[in-house]
């Protein structure tokens, strides 16, 4: 089992940035890949951005290409999702997670946090 608690969210403002952190604990975080997802009302949840388990690989979903960057610091268990030039529609619960190979799907990440709401507001 991997537990995974997202931090950072909060109210901003159209343009400004803010840091999530997801912490983990459990089984070996260095194994896993890690994701990041959002899910905004009445909407399918979405790819973010993921890293591998080294942390050597990154990619992003279209929409915050050029504006988030995702890392990883496995000495402290923890991954972090940097998101600058925040637009309204990056609202959403966001969500890490975590996976034996990493991907694009919901179905390739076995754990999941309980997600950190970000608002923006224009």
């Known amino acids: 089992q991997v537990q995974l608690v997202e931090s950072g969210g909060g109210l901003v403002q159209a343009g400004d940035s803010l840091r999530l952190s997801c912490a983990a604990s459990g089984r070996t975080f260095s194994g896993y890949a890690m994701g990041w997802f959002r899910q905004a009302p009445g909407k399918e949840r979405e790819f973010v951005a993921a890293?591998?388990?080294?942390?050597?690989?990154?990619y992003y979903g279209d929409s915050v290409k050029g504006r988030f960057v995702i890392s990883r610091d496995n000495a402290k268990n923890t991954v972090y999702l940097q998101m600058n030039s925040l637009e309204p529609e990056d609202t959403a619960v966001y969500y890490c997670?975590?996976?034996?190979?990493?991907?694009?799907?919901?179905?390739?990440?076995?754990?999941w946090g309980q997600g950190t709401q970000v608002t923006v507001s224009s």
């Open positions: 890293i591998s388990w080294r942390g050597g690989v990154t």
């Open positions: 997670a975590a996976s034996p190979g990493g991907g694009r799907s919901v179905r390739q990440y076995d754990y």
